[in-house]
């Protein structure tokens, strides 16, 4: 190999990581961030979208969420484990890839979306670049901002694709602002109005129990 061809190469593999390398830098970018819990407000053609969501993230846990007309849902590894409706309504996003921050957490929830990370190339979002984790020619594919390290695409065979966009600090988390399931019968858009660490979450918290509960009754 000539110099300038050696150099070339050696200047694309400083720009390009491999898939572990993506997701071992998701990972160390993470570390210390605690559970989280997410106020939003859902824009849905649907007719039976509420209009707001309450969202807690936990990153050993999973995803729970309660909407304003007692809807409720438990999610964990892509799997809806207990819910007011099963399947999920079409307009409930998947954010568990959010909150997780140890690295086999990553590949297991990767691993079972069928997302291969081994598989990996650069593609255009927005103005920068993105990993693609099993590429844009798969059923399944991740997006990552290359520099900021932020999920800004999920794409899942049978579902909507999610996108993650006008990612900004709420409360010096940083989290998407704006996030979209967009299918065949229209777009849902969640408005993400505060991001906050959550309270104290435990297991039950996670359980069918709290899927049956009634919800409290908000004050007046």
């Known amino acids: 190999m000539t110099v300038f061809p050696r150099l070339v ?9 491999s898939g572990d390398r993506v997701i071992s830098q998701l990972a160390a970018a993470r570390a210390g961030q605690p559970p989280l819990h997410v106020e939003a407000a859902l824009s849905s053609g649907a007719s039976d979208a509420p209009a707001r969501l309450r969202i807690d993230l936990h990153p050993d846990l999973g995803m729970r969420v309660a909407d304003d007309r007692g809807g409720r849902w438990i999610v964990q590894r892509g799997r809806v484990l207990a819910g007011t409706t099963v399947p999920a309504p079409v307009w409930l996003p998947d954010l568990e890839i959010l909150a997780l921050r140890q690295e086999s957490s990553l590949r297991d929830w990767l691993g079972a979306a069928g997302i291969e990370i081994s598989a990996n190339e650069l593609a255009r979002c927005g103005d920068g670049d993105c ?37 900004r600090a709420f409360d010096r988390i940083q989290f998407p602002a704006r996030i979209e399931l967009a299918s065949e019968g229209g777009t849902a858009t ?18 069918s129990t709290w899927v049956q509960a009634s919800p409290a009754v908000p004050a007046r």
Do not use: I, M
Not at 190 to 207: C, G, H, M, N, Y
């Open 9 to 17: 190469a050696l200047a694309w593999l400083a720009y390009f990581a």
């Open 131 to 167: 990993y693609v984790l099993g590429t844009r020619q798969s059923l399944a594919q991740l997006w990552v901002d290359k520099n900021a390290l932020q999920v800004r695409r999920l794409v899942l065979p049978g579902r909507a694709p999610l996108e993650l966009e006008e990612w």
């Open 190 to 207: 969640l408005a993400v109005e505060s991001v906050v660490p959550a309270p104290s979450l435990a297991a039950s918290d996670f359980s």
